[in-house]
């Protein structure tokens, strides 16, 4: 249920902007699969095809606003973070969200204390864990 503006090609192959859309990407296919969605569940919540969404995660398709909007409340996210954490739009402190590495730092931690699978108590062993093996590096 989608329409051709929400099918438009990537532009610009090599260049930064296909970069952004690869990164988008991966970060969408991320929080799908930190969701345990499968990308017919998220089709089905958002009303685009599950080909047009394994595209869009593999930077081959830029979309709409609407795609973007409608993938962002299928993850439980805003909108403007899922273009955020992709560098479309610069972080709070005015840098992207993707410079520097301890951005990775707090994804890691973030991605741990989301986790509905774990219990609160799996969830600080696996943080109290994570973190000594990353300031013992």
Same mark, same amino acid.
């Given at each position: 249920?989608?329409?051709?503006?929400?099918?438009?090609?990537?532009?610009?192959?090599?260049?930064?902007?296909?970069?952004?859309?690869?990164?988008?990407?991966?970060?969408?296919?991320?929080?799908?699969?930190?969701?345990?969605?499968?990308?017919?569940?998220?089709?089905?919540?958002?009303?685009?095809?599950?080909?047009?969404?394994?595209?869009?995660?593999?930077?081959?398709?830029?979309?709409?606003?609407?795609?973007?909007?409608?993938?962002?409340? /299928?993850?439980?996210?805003?909108?403007?973070?899922?273009?955020?954490?992709?560098?479309?739009?610069?972080?709070?402190?005015? /840098?992207?969200?993707? /410079?520097?590495?301890?951005?990775?730092? %707090?994804?890691?931690? /973030?991605?741990?204390?989301?986790?509905?699978? %774990?219990?609160?108590?799996?969830?600080?062993? $696996? $943080?109290?864990?994570?973190?000594?093996?990353?300031?013992?590096?």
């Amino acid at each position: 249920m989608s329409s051709r503006d929400d099918e438009a090609p990537a532009q610009d192959a090599d260049g930064p902007w296909q970069k952004q859309l690869t990164t988008l990407g991966g970060f969408i296919r991320m929080q799908r699969r930190l969701a345990d969605m499968s990308l017919r569940e998220m089709a089905g919540l958002t009303s685009v095809s599950n080909a047009y969404l394994s595209q869009i995660e593999r930077g081959l398709h830029q979309p709409s606003l609407r795609v973007l909007r409608s993938i962002a409340q /299928a993850l439980s996210i805003s909108p403007e973070e899922l273009l955020r954490r992709a560098n479309f739009i610069p972080g709070k402190d005015g /840098a992207p969200d993707g /410079a520097g590495p301890e951005v990775t730092l %707090l994804d890691t931690e /973030a991605a741990i204390s989301a986790d509905p699978r %774990l219990t609160p108590g799996q969830r600080e062993a $696996l $943080l109290n864990v994570y973190r000594s093996f990353r300031d013992s590096g």
